[in-house]
C-alpha cells in the first residue's frame, strides 16, 4: 500500500504558480474590450445627494461615462421590495447617503489613470444631514436583533453572590479588512443578458446566487470566476455595493469594466470587524469553582443591515458553569456594514471572557491555566451533549510546557530581561466544527490522472492541496496525478469558503465522490471485463489505484481503455447525517506568549508563542501550520497594533492607509511553535478534521492581554494595547 | 492626479531654472513622499523635475567635515563606513526610519523636505491650514494622538516626521543650498520652522532653491550615542516619541551633550537646556531624569497626546542610559 497522503507535510500544488507570478487573480484577466473605473465616494456621512455635475470628467481624454443613480440601468432585483426595510445598500437606486466613502458614481475610461482622473473631476452635491458615529455616544440606540435572543442557564447574574467575583468592560476597536490583494470585480456582458464576472471571493456559487436574484437571470447565464485569491478573511463571504456598480457601468457602456478598489476604499467598502463594548461579570467559589458568568455585549451595525456574529457564545460553553446569561445587542451608526473577520465574534468575545478568566485567576491567587482545567467542560454545558472529540487538557498541557510556563510568576511585575519586563499570558479558544453540503465531480481519464472538480474557494489556506491528498487516499492514485479545480461557478456546487469548514464540507465531497468512482469502475469490472467475471462489484478490492480481485489487479487507467473510454465522470453530493445531534462538535486551541514590556516606552514585544490546535486529522502539517501562524499574526494585529480611527466630526476614517492602519509587520512576529494534537474526530466526517481557519485568531489578543498583566500588573482593556496604555 | 509635465536637467542650474520659471513645479528625488502627495491630490504640480540625473551622490571627508550629497539614498548614508565610524547616531536614525524599500529610494534631500504625515494633511475633504491656509486645523479638535507637545500653534499642531533629522540636528549639521541668488549655508536648526501663523512652511528653503547636500562637522560622539524610536508597530511605522541622545564622557563626567527629540515638534526638537543640565555631571539615571524634567517644561498637550509627555521622559532617560551604558 503507498502511504498515507493525508497528514503529509506536501507542498502547494499551486505553490509553483503562486511565487511565479503565473496564477491570476481576478484582476489579472484582459477580457477584450475591458475598461477601467475608479469610484467617486461620498466625503458626507449622512444625507442626500442634490446634483452630480459629470460634465468636465464626461469630457476628459479617454472617458466613456459616468454612472450614478441618475442614470444607473435598473436593477431588477431592487424593485422587488422587500417588506424588510434594513435590506442593504442599493447602489445608485436613489439619492440617498448613509455613509461616508459610500460610492456615489463610477467613472469608466480606456485608462486606469484617465478614469481616476476623471473621477476627481465630477463635482457632487449633498444636502447633509446630522451623522451617528461614535459608538459610545450611541450605546443609548442598542436594540436586540431578533435572531439574538437572551440566553439564561440556572440563575442570571449569579455571579454577583459569588465570593469571589468581578465585572469589567472590554473594548474592541474596528478593525478593517486589509489583505494584500485589494477587492474589485471585472463584469463583462457577453450579451445582453449573458453575465460574465471575475470576482474575488469566498464563493462562486453564492455570487451566482446574488446576481441571479439582482439581475433576476437564470444560473446558466451568469459565470463566476474566481480561481486565485490574495487574502479574504471574511470580505469575500459576500457581493459589496461596488461590484453590482461596476456590473452595472458594465451594462450600461456595453463593455468589460474592471475595477479595482483604492486602499483607503478598503476602509469603507468591504465590511471589517464591528467595534464591541463588552461587559463580563464572573463569579466562583474560593477554590476556583466558576459559579456564574454574565456576558453582555454591544457591537455596530449600518444603517441598512444588521450584522450579526456569535460575541457571546463562547461565554455559554467553554466552561462547566451551572449560571450563564448572555446579551447581544447592536447600535446601528452612520457606517457601512461590518462583516465576519477571521475568528468572527468569537474572537472578539474570547478576549473579553478570557480576559475576565485571567482576572479571576488572579483575584483567587490561582494559576489561570489551573482555573481553566478545574471548570473544564467535560460535556457541553450548553446543549448537553458529549463532544464528538475534545482534547483540550492535553492542548493546554502540551502548550505550558513548550513555552515554560512554570517560569511564570503568579504575582505580575517580578520578572525581568535586559531591562523589559517579562511576562507570560494564556488563553483558549473554540469555534464551532461544521460540517456542510458540497457535491464534487470526478474525472478519471485513460491516461490514470484524475481531476476533481468542485465550486469550492481557495483564499489562502491551501484547500487544492488538502483535496488532492484526500483523493489520493481515498482512490490510491498518485498524488501526483490528481488535479483539484475550484473557483469557476460552473462546477458543482459548494458552500463559501468560511467558519473553518472547507476541508469538512468540500473534502468529505471528495472523498465520497471518489468513492462513488470506484464503485462505478467496479460495476464496469464485473460486468465487461472477463477476469473480472462473476465478481460481484461490491467484491472487487481497491488498492493503489487498482481493482484487485484474487491475483487479478488491472488498472483504473487500463479498465478505461479496455472499454475504450477517453474518460469516466462520476458526481456526488455529500453532507452531514444527525451527527449534531447526538455530539457537540468543536476545535479547540490554545495560545501561550511570553512578551516584554518596556517599563519606560510602554513597548510590548512578543517574544515567543505556542498556539496547539486540536481540530482533529490534521490534512497537511505544512499548509496547517502556516494557517496557524497567518491566524496568530491576525491575533498580533487585534492584540497589539490594529484601529480603525473615526473622526466623528466628519464620520470619516483617519488613518485609512498602510502607514497609519498598522497591520502587524514580520519584526512584530516572534518565533511561532504551532502545536496539534492531531487525532482523528471519529464522527464529523470521514477524514476526521475539525476546522482551523478561527481558532488559529480566536482567543490570542487575551493571551497578549494577559501575558501584558502578567508583566507589568496593568490591566488594558481596551485593544489594541499600544505603548500609550502602559505609560 | 492631474497631467503634468516632466523635464530631467542635467544641470543644477538648469534645474533651478526649471523650478524658477514654474510657480508650481517640483523637484522630484525618491519620489516616495511626493508622489504619495500627488495620488492624494494634496500638490498638483503642473511640472516635476527630476533632479536625479544631477551629481549629487556621494559620501566624502574634507577637512574632517563629512558631507553627504542631497541625492545619496537612505540605505547607502546608513551603511557607509564614513558614518558608521564617525556618526553613527545618523545611521542609527535613518535605520530607524520607514522600510529598507523606501530607503533604498528616499534620498538625504528629500527626507529632510518630507511633509507632516498629518492624516488631515492628507486627505482633501477635511480642513488643514498647511494645505490650504486659513481652512482651519482639524487636528486640533479632532484624532490629534500623534500631534506635537512642543512649539505648535493655534494655526497648526503637526510633526515633522524625520529620523534622520533629528540626528542631524543633534550634530549641527548645516544645509547647503544652491539657488537663483546663489549658494548658501543653513545651520540645521534654522532649517525646518515652528509652524507660527504660516504652517504651510515646513522650513526655510526659498522657491527655485535646491538642497545640494549636508556637511557634519567633526565631532567627539562616536561612541556614547544612541537613537530611541517609540513607535506602534516593530518596524516601518513613524516615531510617536524619538530621542538622538549623544554624550562625550571623560572621567565619568559628561563633557558635552546632544539632545534632540523626534514625533514632538513641527521641526527636530533640539533640547539645549536639558544639554546644559547634563554639563558637567556625572551620567547617573538621576542625572538623566533631571534634565528629562528641563526638556519637557514647556510641554504642552491636546486630547489624545497627553501620554508623550511621560512618554518624552522616559525616552530621554531611557536614551541617554543606554548612550551611557549605565
Ligand atoms: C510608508 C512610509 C513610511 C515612512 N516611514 C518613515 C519613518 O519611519 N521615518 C522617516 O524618517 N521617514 C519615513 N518615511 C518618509 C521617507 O523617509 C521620505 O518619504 C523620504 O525620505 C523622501 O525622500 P525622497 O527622495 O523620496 O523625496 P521625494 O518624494 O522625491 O521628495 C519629497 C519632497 O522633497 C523635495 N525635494 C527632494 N529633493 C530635494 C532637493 N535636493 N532639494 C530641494 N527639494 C527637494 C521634493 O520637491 C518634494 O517636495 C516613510 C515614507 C513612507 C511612504
Ligand atoms: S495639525 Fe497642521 S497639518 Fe494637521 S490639520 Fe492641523 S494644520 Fe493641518
Not at chain 2, 542650474?13 to 517640483?26: C, N, P
Not at chain 2, 503637526?158 to 549655508?185: Q, W
Request: net charge positive; with cysteine; charged share 20%.
Amino acid at each position: 500500500m503507498k502511504k498515507q497522503a493525508v497528514g503529509q507535510s506536501m507542498d502547494r500544488v499551486d505553490g509553483r504558480l503562486k511565487v511565479t507570478g503565473t496564477a491570476r487573480y481576478f484582476a489579472d484577466h484582459q477580457p477584450e474590450g475591458m475598461l477601467y473605473a475608479a469610484l467617486v465616494c461620498s466625503p458626507v456621512s449622512s444625507g442626500r445627494i442634490t446634483a452630480i455635475d459629470a460634465a468636465k470628467a464626461l469630457r476628459a481624454p479617454g472617458v466613456a461615462d459616468v454612472v450614478s443613480h441618475l442614470n444607473a440601468p435598473p436593477v431588477p432585483g431592487y424593485k422587488a421590495d422587500n417588506p424588510n426595510p434594513k435590506q442593504g445598500l442599493k447602489i445608485f437606486y436613489d439619492d440617498r447617503i448613509y455613509s461616508n466613502g459610500q460610492p456615489v458614481a463610477i467613472v469608466v475610461a480606456n485608462t486606469l489613470e484617465r478614469a481616476v482622473h476623471a473621477a476627481s473631476l465630477v463635482k457632487v452635491t449633498y444636502a447633509q444631514e446630522v451623522h451617528k458615529t461614535d459608538m459610545d455616544e450611541n450605546m443609548g440606540q442598542a436594540f436586540q436583533h431578533k435572531n439574538m435572543k437572551d440566553y439564561l442557564r440556572g440563575e442570571a447574574d449569579a455571579w454577583k453572590k459569588a465570593p469571589v467575583h468581578l465585572e469589567a468592560e472590554y473594548n474592541i476597536p474596528i478593525e478593517v479588512h486589509n489583505p494584500m490583494e485589494l477587492a474589485g470585480i471585472i463584469a463583462h456582458w457577453e450579451t445582453p443578458d449573458q453575465l460574465t464576472v471575475y470576482a474575488k471571493t469566498q464563493g462562486v456559487k453564492s455570487v451566482q446566487q446574488t446576481l441571479k436574484t439582482l439581475f433576476q437571470l437564470p444560473e446558466s447565464q451568469i459565470t463566476v470566476h474566481s480561481r486565485f485569491v490574495g487574502g479574504a478573511f471574511g470580505m469575500g463571504l459576500r457581493i459589496w455595493p461596488m461590484e453590482v456598480a461596476t456590473i452595472l457601468a458594465a451594462k450600461k457602456i456595453r463593455k468589460p469594466v474592471k475595477l479595482v478598489i483604492t486602499r483607503k476604499d478598503m476602509f469603507t467598502l468591504v465590511g471589517y470587524r464591528p467595534a464591541a463594548r463588552q461587559r463580563i461579570g464572573i463569579g466562583a467559589t474560593t477554590d476556583g469553582k466558576l459559579t456564574g458568568i454574565t456576558h453582555e455585549a454591544v457591537a455596530n451595525t449600518s444603517p441598512y443591515e444588521d450584522f450579526t456574529e456569535a460575541i457571546v457564545n463562547m461565554s455559554r460553553m467553554m466552561y462547566a458553569c451551572p449560571n450563564v446569561n448572555t446579551r447581544y445587542q447592536l447600535v446601528p451608526l452612520n457606517l457601512s456594514t461590518p462583516v465576519w473577520m477571521r475568528g468572527p465574534g468569537e474572537a472578539t468575545g474570547a478576549f473579553a471572557l478570557e480576559s475576565a478568566i485571567d482576572e479571576l485567576a488572579h483575584q483567587l491567587k490561582m494559576d489561570p491555566l489551573q482555573l481553566r482545567i478545574l471548570n473544564h467542560a467535560d460535556t457541553d454545558p450548553e446543549k448537553h451533549l458529549p463532544y464528538s472529540s475534545k482534547y483540550l487538557k492535553e492542548a493546554y498541557e502540551m502548550g505550558a510546557a513548550k513555552i515554560g510556563w512554570q517560569q511564570r510568576s503568579q504575582t505580575p511585575g517580578q520578572l525581568q530581561e535586559n531591562g523589559w519586563l517579562v511576562g507570560y499570558g494564556m488563553s483558549s479558544g473554540v469555534f464551532s466544527a461544521g460540517r456542510g453540503r458540497a457535491t464534487a465531480s470526478a474525472t478519471l481519464k485513460a491516461d490514470g490522472t484524475l481531476v476533481i472538480r468542485s465550486a469550492a474557494a481557495d483564499i489562502g489556506p491551501g484547500t487544492a492541496t488538502a483535496m488532492v491528498q484526500i483523493a489520493a487516499d481515498a482512490t490510491g492514485i498518485d498524488a501526483k496525478k490528481i488535479e483539484f479545480l475550484l473557483g469557476e461557478s460552473a462546477y458543482p456546487e459548494a458552500p463559501r469558503q468560511g467558519g473553518s469548514s472547507t476541508v469538512s464540507t468540500v473534502g468529505s465531497a471528495v472523498n465520497d465522490v471518489c468513492r462513488s468512482l470506484q464503485q462505478k469502475l467496479g460495476e464496469m469490472a464485473s460486468a465487461g471485463i472477463p477476469a473480472f467475471k462473476g465478481v460481484k462489484a461490491e467484491n472487487i478490492q481497491h488498492e493503489d489505484g487498482q481493482l484487485v480481485a484474487g491475483n487479478t489487479r488491472l488498472d483504473y487507467a487500463a479498465l478505461l481503455q479496455l472499454q475504450q473510454l477517453p474518460e469516466l465522470t462520476v458526481t456526488t453530493t455529500s453532507q452531514a447525517g444527525d451527527e449534531r445531534k447526538h455530539y457537540a462538535m468543536y476545535s479547540f486551541s490554545v495560545h501561550f506568549t511570553k512578551v516584554h514590556v518596556h517599563p519606560a516606552t510602554g513597548v510590548v514585544r512578543i517574544k515567543h508563542i505556542v498556539s496547539v490546535a486540536d481540530s482533529g486529522t490534521v490534512v497537511n502539517t505544512k499548509t496547517a501550520r502556516s494557517q496557524m501562524i497567518g491566524g496568530v499574526v491576525g491575533g498580533i494585529g487585534m492584540a497589539l497594533t490594529e484601529e480603525a480611527l473615526i473622526d466623528h466630526r466628519y464620520g470619516r476614517y483617519v488613518n485609512n492607509n498602510y502607514a497609519d492602519y498598522h497591520v502587524p509587520v514580520n519584526a512584530d512576529t516572534p518565533p511561532t511553535d504551532v502545536l496539534f494534537i492531531n487525532k482523528k474526530d471519529p464522527v464529523i466526517n470521514p477524514m476526521g478534521a475539525k476546522g482551523m481557519g478561527e481558532i488559529a485568531l480566536i482567543g490570542f489578543a487575551a493571551a497578549v492581554s494577559n501575558a501584558v498583566f502578567n508583566a507589568t500588573g496593568k490591566r488594558v482593556r481596551d485593544l489594541p494595547i499600544t505603548p500609550d496604555k502602559l505609560i | 492626479m492631474n497631467q503634468f509635465s516632466y523635464v530631467r536637467p542635467a544641470s543644477q542650474q538648469a534645474a533651478i531654472d526649471a523650478l524658477t520659471k514654474d510657480k508650481s513645479a517640483r523637484f522630484i528625488a525618491g519620489g516616495t513622499n511626493l508622489l504619495d502627495l500627488m495620488k492624494n491630490g494634496v500638490v498638483a504640480p503642473e511640472k516635476l523635475v527630476d533632479i536625479n540625473r544631477l551629481p549629487l551622490k556621494s559620501i566624502t571627508l574634507n577637512n574632517n567635515t563629512l558631507h553627504i550629497g542631497a541625492l545619496t539614498l537612505n540605505s547607502e548614508v546608513a551603511a557607509h563606513t564614513l558614518v558608521t565610524t564617525r556618526h553613527p547616531l545618523l545611521s542609527q536614525a535613518l535605520l530607524a526610519g520607514a522600510s529598507q524599500q523606501l530607503r533604498n529610494m528616499a534620498t538625504t534631500g528629500g527626507n529632510m523636505m518630507q511633509r507632516t504625515r498629518c492624516s488631515y494633511f492628507y486627505d482633501i475633504t477635511m480642513p488643514c491650514n498647511k494645505r490650504t491656509p486659513g481652512s482651519g486645523c482639524s487636528a486640533i479638535g479632532g484624532i490629534n494622538r500623534m500631534h506635537a507637545i512642543f512649539g505648535a500653534s493655534d494655526q497648526c499642531i503637526a510633526v515633522h516626521p524625520s529620523d534622520m533629522c533629528i540626528a542631524l540636528a543633534a550634530l549641527d549639521a548645516t544645509v547647503l543650498v544652491a539657488g537663483p541668488k546663489g549658494n548658501r549655508r543653513i545651520p540645521f536648526g534654522e532649517f525646518h520652522r515652528l509652524p507660527g501663523n504660516t504652517p504651510d512652511k515646513d522650513n526655510n528653503l526659498g522657491k527655485g532653491e535646491l538642497i545640494t547636500g549636508i556637511d557634519i562637522p567633526a565631532s567627539p560622539f562616536t561612541q556614547n550615542i544612541y537613537y530611541l524610536k517609540v513607535r506602534d508597530r516593530a518596524s516601518y511605522a513613524f516615531a510617536l516619541v524619538s530621542v538622538a541622545a549623544a554624550l562625550d564622557i571623560s572621567n565619568n563626567t559628561i563633557r558635552s551633550a546632544r539632545l534632540a527629540m523626534g514625533g514632538v515638534a513641527h521641526k527636530p526638537w533640539r533640547l539645549h537646556e536639558a544639554e546644559k543640565a547634563l554639563i558637567g555631571k556625572t551620567p547617573t539615571i538621576e542625572n538623566f531624569r533631571i534634565a528629562a524634567t528641563v526638556a519637557t517644561q514647556s510641554a504642552r498637550t491636546y486630547k489624545h497626546n497627553a501620554f508623550k509627555v511621560p512618554m518624552a521622559q522616559n525616552s530621554l532617560v531611557t536614551a541617554l542610559s543606554k548612550a551611557a551604558a549605565v
